[in-house]
């Protein structure tokens, strides 16, 4: 007995991809975001207050391949990029399933999840244009933490506004981005106007994601152009960064020989999902192959299985521009779930529009099924995915499992965003069996 | 610009080590184990009570080489072997030092440290000896973690007897006990005729590790054979299984044109240090090398330092066969820091053989000063180290600080035996001033 070939592939660090992948030169009718005041398109100009030249050219382009600059595939190097796409022989074993299933291993960051990817393409490019400080906001911890270590790589500060809920009770969260020398302020802070005045007002609140954001928007508005904000999803650019991931993983695939029937993530505002599937989409939009992608989203906000498709803000307060996506409501308030990066009412609009041209089959599952999931492949495989990814592992096994049933051998691959240790609460209450639903 | 050579050197699964390397073949002058009673060498037949009959052999052997089971390298593919040889060039550069600074990545297993090398083999050799089930005890809980998650990969059950100090303050290692299907108990425990003797006289005891070792092996030898102990750490097959991560780094090594003349590692028990040099070390001792090795000890339990060489127990409560090996007294209690890995009053008889003949030359430091340096770690290169691996990086960048001085461009090659994701408590402390000394 030897190592199957493909129980694991992996790239060599110079195989890290040249130039990422955009979905926008295949997707046909994106419609543009508007101004909410004019309902005009929004122009370049009107976003040069929060973002750099660079990023907003990137967030227009329909160009369909974007090169990835030298300095930043040595940054991917730091992220243990390429990542491995490996076979989850244990799990068909234990599923007696003729299906073959493949995992694409985010996990494998030190940051712990894919976020590092975008934070770090969006840390040389503000740093290349003469920016000296990232500023953004964090719900769970995991896109803070993410900013806070790629800035040090490109010789940035960072500043974080942490809603004051994770704040309190994330500590470690808060030291994490501490180590990496970045400033964390609980939100609402002192450090902004529109902070003091929430403080004011509602000096109990325990702040929410759009106060952050527009706490962040603030510093980086009323900087005078020393500071800007950075995005960990929703926005085009950010898609585009993560594709990264897809495009490894269709390398990958190549040399595996593997062609997937389904092609399989989770979804919150879109990023891991576009990341993983864009690439392999976009073949798909040029009739070269037949793949199916599953966006897995939580019951507590399945933007795409029950939301509508429509002209929406991106955030709570109202203050973006008006994104064509499927949304629950600027402001629909998701039940509290341990898949914190998925609580998003709304969804990007590129996955929004190749769900909506019928490219995206959507599905969603109860917190409860996806860590008996997560458990389940932590027992088999080895590790222990990320609340969010459980998401993505459920879907695989019941795609499996459908497999076993009409004994057809397909090929599923699906992507683990993330490794669970620094979110070990749900399955605390998992294998307590204290763990609630979160149906919507 | 492209991605230097050397930024990191990888190998694929199919070149994980075939063959683990055993010290004892090349160290003369090894002295055996003692029964503390009669003070006659320990017969292999007096550890079948506790260990399989494979483990005991691999224990007492004197083969240069021993095989490793294909089985064994499957499940090596789940711990992410080979790990990475990686370059340091970031913070090479904040040290502006001519040295080269190299690190072997343990921090890449799912477990977030070395510990699986060696729980893996023993869970096969002993499920391949028709055992059912493998008990251990754990402190801060990366031993125990480690078992409970291998012990699935061939169908073992898996019982921990954790600290109750421990067990208390550290939920969340439970939960991850728990997830990978591991009962767990907090130790003193109603379990076994020990714990319910030391329950009764001191039921307010936050137990010890001497305490759930007595739980532990308690357990294996009234079982009649199906269970069976696993051990750490210090033996001789724990050091022989770690030894995947220096045959690892040699071959990388050679395909990078690396010539060390520093290696250096943590040591608690000795099983990372050990692993990480010994084949190396082998080759010192047949004189086909001048490297140096570097063990980097706590001040709060600084047995090769600052110990005697001498006959002692391997625990505190005096069970254990006699070990000859450095130590500070079996009834020594180090101060409590957070490598909470390195806090134990003896040495690996190998190591400390080794160091006695003058091939290991062991420094301690304060943890303070390790945090600083795991904190620059974390700044240049990303990765945040376990407490314990800080050890390593302060005596790395110490080395290349005096290459600094001396203007020579050495090669330092140290091993990052895990990461810090799970012990963020210290550098809490750390990034708030609060971290206290440590010194003996």
Redesign the interface.
Known sequence: ???PKD??I?L???E?PKKWYNLAADLKGIKPMLNPVTREPVKEKELEAIFCKEIIKQEMSKERYIGIP??V??GY????RPS?L?RAY?LEKYLRTPAKIYFKRE??S?L?SHKGNTALAQAYFNAKSGITTLTTETGAGQWGTALA??S??YGLDSTVFMVRGSYEQK??RK??M????CKVYSSPSMQTEYGRKVLKEHPETSGSLGIAISEACELAAQSGGTVKYALGSVMNHVMLHQTVIGLETMEQMKIGEIEPDYMVACVGGGSNFAGFTFPMMGETMRGKNECQYIAVEPEAAPSMSKGEFKYDFGDSAGMTPLILMYTLGSEFIPNAIHAGGLRYHGMSPLVSEACHQGFVKPVAYDQTSTFEAG?LF???????PAPESCHAVKAAMDLALECKESKEEKTIVFCLSG?G??D??G??K??NGTLESSAL
Do not use: K, W
């Open positions: 007995m030897t190592i129980a694991r992996c060599s660090a110079e890290i030298d300095e595939r040595e190097v730091a992220l243990n491995y490996q244990r996990d494998m030190p712990g270590m790629v040090n790589l500590p470690f030291t994490l501490n180590t990496y020398g458990v932590a027992r088999t495989e080895g590790m222990v490794h240790y620094l070990l609460g399955y605390e998992f294998v």
